[in-house]
Each structure stands twice: as structure tokens, then as C-alpha cells.
């Protein structure tokens, strides 16, 4: 069941004026209760903008939005949205107020009315969810790495419990495992909570990893949208959307036009040396 | 043989700690040479940016020395020398642009510099046209593309004509179309012989250095050829680092009892490598 349903949505910024900018164009885009949508385009392909309909931040200049059975262009709905919707902004830690990491935590839920030990929990809970370990909750969020500061950031927007988070390049800037570690624990809350998931980045090597499908955007239309392995597989619409393929889908062309045929496109590195490997060694299974 | 005269970077025993800290980097010593392009890698929180800061004499070592081109970064005399000979690229380059149109960007550095409008103009020139800017010149900064304003900010750089570029993960925030173009300067500039310091999160672009200096708990955990490094999974696995992809299917396919030979870190070693086993 759609959770998200965008109908022939156009955004125009500043209408009527010099500086008038369309950043979107006829978008339509059904997504799914609880299935993980990983959204890629280059810059300014209007990325932000679409997500920023989605949480109540910007209404459609034309067209239909209606999230969680409620409808954008009601206005009282789309003021109310931001307690159901999540949306952790690229590098959220520089929106980190609070000197000690559990006030930050509390700030949202205490705004809707959570007290004491419900908050207490609350809080718990989402720093748990977000990998953030307890006793961290304490500490001044200056002396944290920058993993840590992303989790209790992202922890922050967790423990507002949203319906739908949408993430901005979670794992921009961070070490390799820090940004595994921090994807692979929003899958695993999404399994638990049914939570639906719209995760933005320019690494469609993790959109191979933890998203069900793929939408493009390019210049603000969108060009695609399927599972991702099949998105993954048509080089030219990567190209065409000024994205780099994985490494493994660049492999895979590149063995192709030496005249190697590997028999589909993996997509992570264990598979690429499975096929690779039933090719090498007669008897290894593929 | 490579020669005192050859390093220009050099850091000897270096400790630093910011006022009321603990220590953020410990007993470093390493160098740098004329003309080398080396990465610096190593898990969030183990001081690559203090680093970088003190390569360039931003901060001064709390004990041990880093020179600059035979000069003591500690010695305030000779502050405004060291800053023309290593430039200072930052993640966010929008921290970095002042001016209203590029070229007058690029041109704030070397002017302030008081040198004669000839010579401001001969730099601007080779400034934009070694980033690919000199066709936006007239642009405003702020209405460039993440990837161009990245340019510009090692172009303002370069017509300082350091003989050293330090970055701090300069293509962090960029997507990867602009990460590429940087890429691209970068590496143009270090075969024309800017030595090139590069802080970075992708083991891509590590890879393709020339030396790859590993960072843990402010201490230096290695510092050999990209091949070298890649080949430790050992070491890198606990510090949260990963193999680039060629390394991981490499280490993948030896895992699937394929002979695999050492140092295969880029694509186009992994592709001979095949090309050579398949037919």
C-alpha cells in the first residue's frame, strides 16, 4: 500500500519573478509502506526539492502530493507532517543545539508532549536505534567523532518515531565502516519498525546494498525508477543522470568490451568474483 | 637518491594537542617529497585535519618540528613564506571564495600579494586554465556547481604558485561528477610537478596516489605505496577502513581459490589481470 503518492508534481521557485526556477517537472512516484526507496541525481537535479515536499517543507506549485493519507495541499495537515516524517539533512550534525548529546535527543519528542520516564525511554530508544552507545548520552556532542555526532544527530530524528525518514547522504564524510555501521542499523530499524525509508546518495553501490528500487532524477524530471538491480544494469541511464555506476557494473562493461561476457551484472564485489570465478575454475558453483 | 633538498615537507616527532586537550597527534614523523602526490587516510577522529593544518603552519606542533621547505612552521618570521608555498584547500569551499566574479577571485590572492598587474593577470590566466575555469570566468562564485566552486578555490590557491597543495577532503561534499573533475586537477597538477598532500574517505582516490600515509589515534600506522597499504587488510579492517573495490573483488576472487597476483588496487590492473586469466 502507497504510503507516498506524487501525481504530476511541478515545483517552480520564486513564480512570476526574474529569479523563477523550475526545480521539478511532472514528477509521478508511488512509494510503498515500508519498502526502502534510494533517490540519486547529480546536483541540483532536484533531489532536495522532492524530499522537501514530503515532509510538509514545501507545498506543490502544480500537481498532487499525499502522504500518510493526508493531502499537501491541506495546510493544516502538511504543518502537522514533520512529526511523521523524518528527515535527517546531508551532515546533520551541524544542526546539533544542545551542549549534552541527550538534551539534542530529547528536544523533539519533548515538543510533543513526552515527559519523564517516557521520554527517558524515548531517548534510549532512539540512541539505541541510531548505534549511538549509552554512555554517550551524556557527553558534550563537541567531544564526539564525527561518527558518533552523526548517529545522535540522526538519533534526534529517530526518536520522533517517524512513519517515513529520508536520509541525505547519511554517510557523506564518514570512514568506510562508520558509514556501513550507520546504514546497515537504519535497514535493521526498518525491518523492525516497518518504518518506510527514502534514502538519498550519489553511492549507488549502497543502493545495491540496502534499497528495494532506484528512482533517477535528472534536471528535475525523473527518468527512471524500477528495482535496482535493473537500474543498475542500464549504464546509459546512469550516464545520461551524470552518476557513476559501482565498481562492479563498470567492471562488468569494461570486461564486456574486452570480450568477456560475465553472465548478468553483480553488484557487490562477492558476487562479481563468484561469476568471475565460475568462468576461472570449472566446478565452482556461480 | 633523494636529498635534504628534496623534501619539503618534513615532520619530526610531532605532537600537537589543542589548548585543554588531550594529545591529537603523537610522535609523527614522515615527509614529504618535491613533486609527490600522497593521501592520507585514516578513521574519522584521527587528526587527518590537524594534520593538514600543521603541514600547512596553521598550527604549530606542541612539541617536535614540522618544516616547510627548510623553514620552521614554529618561526613566525617566516609565516607569510610558508603560506605561499603550501596552499590550504578546505572541505567546503564555500568557506573559501570571496569575490563576486571568478576571476576576481582568483585574483585576490596574488594581488594582495602587491605584485605588478602584468604579473597578477599572467597568473589569473594560468590559475583558471589549469582547474578549466577560463571559460566561466565572469560567473559569480556562488553560481557555480560544487565541483567548479571546488576548482576555484585550488585555482586562488595556485596563483599563489605554492609549491605544495594540502586538502582536506576536498571531494566530500561533492557528487561524483564533481569529484571527478577534481580528481582530474589534482591529478594534472601533480604531473606537472605540484607536490600534492590529499586528506581523503575514499579508498579510490588513495589508491591512486602515488604514497598513502595511514593515521590511528594520531599516530602514524603506515605509510608505503598504495599496493603496499591495500594489501594489509589486516591493518586497515580494525581502524574502520575499507580495500577500493579492485582490492575487494581481488581479495574476493583469491577467496574463491583463484591465483590472484599482489597489488591489484584500480580497475585497469584488475582488467589486464583478467583479460591475461580468461583467455
Known sequence: MPCIEIENLTHTYFPGTPLETTALRDISLLVDRGETLALAGATGSGKSTLVRHLNGLLAPTSGRVRVLDGDLADKNFRRRLWRRVGLVFQFPERQIFSGMVYEDIAFGPRNTGLAGP?????????????????????ADPAELSGGMRRRAAIAGVLAMRPEILILDEPGAGLEPAARENILRRIIELQAEQGTTVILITHHLADAALYADRLALLEKGRLTAVGPVAEILSRPDLLDTAGLEPPFTVELTRRLAAAGITLPETPLVPIEAAKLIASLLVPGVAS | ????????????????AYPGGGPVIQDFSAVVRRGEHIALIGPNGSGKSTLAGLAAG??????????VGGMDTADQSVTGAIRRRVGLVLQNPDNQLVAARVEEDVAFGPENLNLPGAEVRRRVEYALEAVGLDRLRDRPPHLLSGGEKQRLAIAGLLALEPACLVLDEPTSML??????????????????????????????????????????????????????????PELLGPLGLALPPAAEVAGCLAGQGVNVPAG???LEDLVRFLCRALK
Not at chain 2, 594534472?188 to 595511514?214: F, P
Request: proline share 4%; hydrophobic share 45%; glycine share 6%.
Open chain 1, 118 to 138: 517516557a521520554l527517558r525511554d524515548r531517548v534510549s530508544w532512539a540512541a539505541e536505534a541510531a548505534g549511538l552507545p549509552e554512555e554517550l548520552l551524556y
Open chain 2, 1 to 16: 637518491m633523494t636529498g635534504f633538498n628534496d623534501y619539503l615537507i618534513q615532520f619530526e616527532d610531532v605532537s600537537f
Open chain 2, 58 to 67: 596553521l598550527l604549530r606542533p606542541s612539541t617536535g618540528r614540522v618544516m
Open chain 2, 175 to 232: 557528487d561524483p561528477h564533481g569529484r571527478r573533475e577534481v580528481l582530474r586537477v589534482l591529478k594534472n597538477l601533480a604531473v606537472k610537478g605540484t607536490t600534492v598532500l590529499q586528506v581523503t574517505h575514499h579508498m579510490e582516490e588513495a589508491a591512486a596516489a602515488g604514497r598513502v600515509l595511514v593515521l590511528a589515534e594520531g599516530r602514524l600506522a603506515a605509510d608505503a605505496s598504495p599496493q603496499t597499504v591495500f594489501s594489509r
Open chain 2, 264 to 266: 591489484i588496487i584500480n
